[in-house]
């Protein structure tokens, strides 16, 4: 869970270091595509450090909260609204077992 | 917020599809990575559109909750947790107003 | 340019290093990311740093380097055949001056 | 090899389409990242498709070679400078057979 609680401490975080000047949509777009690489380096040749890539994890979250916020997103909302739409472009019946894009499957 | 009941359905979704088998961590990061890629597309030339960063914004998350999943991480925990190790590196009275890291402040 | 003489330099850096052994394609093409993500770095806030810029482009090649040899690749015939197919897709009359993507011209 | 001519091909192509106003170092950047997100796609499962993963390394290189254009950049020589600079950090007494970064070594 990421609760409202732990959103709060993220927004408190930044607005307590005047950062939001510096949060503009597409700056926090890089920045979680930059933590993602760092997350993906945990992972680099193949084996992975779980304490290192929990970090990483939780900087991603972190700039996708801060994303979400900037664009007056909820967080339930958009990944429920996302899936729904992933369960009718893979349906069970053909996806099941198979890792093939929808457009193949 | 991330409710637990969204955490079910994200559970759920791959599990009745038996995603499962591809879902090791290393597979799970680099998922993050590409759909980090797609959101950051959204930016390419500046300009974003909304409608689909929030799609983007959905995929990574619906990862990023699968990784939490896979490395039994409470995704709550990760993000307080390293919030408060971020919050040593950058005080206040050093990083407010600054965009700089840390070693530079 | 990126002469022969200089991926011959990059593939006896590897070479001696025996580290052939962990460049599979997947490997590889995790690492150009990881190197993007570096050099995204340079311009997360905006202004750009060239100096580390640069270091962080030329990863990025040095592993596009490796990673072409390894698939058996030539670099000039790979960007040249798909920038005749790009041109198809953005033909100057439509494509001028303007950042749209090509489903949107 | 990438060839002086091939860099002048990409150089005309974008310069046909006029598209230099938005080739920002910090739009290019973006772009290598986006790319390299993609050529990541193509091993997203560990398999991996070679005619995709050949289309979407061109795509990097392209943004590379636009990159080190704006930049002033000579891709030989950021190169061999880094990988001189690389080779002292791993060197091949330590770093042979290992995958471990230098600071690990």
Redesign the interface.
């Known amino acids: 869970?990421?609760?409202?609680?732990?959103?709060d401490?993220?927004r408190a975080?930044s607005e307590?270091?005047?950062?939001g000047?510096?949060h503009t949509?597409?700056?926090l777009?890089?920045?979680?595509?930059?933590?993602?690489?760092?997350?993906?380096?945990?992972?680099?040749?193949?084996e992975?450090d779980?304490a290192e890539?929990?970090?990483e994890?939780?900087?991603?979250?972190?700039y996708?909260?801060l994303?979400?916020e900037r664009?007056h997103?909820?967080?339930?909302d958009?990944?429920?609204?996302?899936?729904a739409r992933?369960?009718e472009k893979?349906p069970?019946a053909l996806?099941?077992?198979r890792?093939d894009k929808y457009d193949k499957l």
Chains 1, 2, 3, 4 share one sequence.
Not at 1 to 7: G, K
Not at 29 to 34: E, F, L, P, Q, Y
Not at 57 to 62: E, K, S, Y
């Open positions: 869970m990421i609760s409202e609680q732990t959103i401490v993220v975080f307590e270091r005047e950062w000047q510096f949509p597409e700056n777009a890089k920045s979680v595509a930059i933590e993602a690489g760092e997350l993906l380096e945990c992972f680099q040749w193949g992975g779980v890539a929990k970090d994890l939780a900087d991603v979250l972190t996708c909260i994303l979400a664009l997103l909820n967080l339930d958009i990944i429920l609204d996302k899936l992933s369960a893979y069970v996806a099941r077992g890792s």
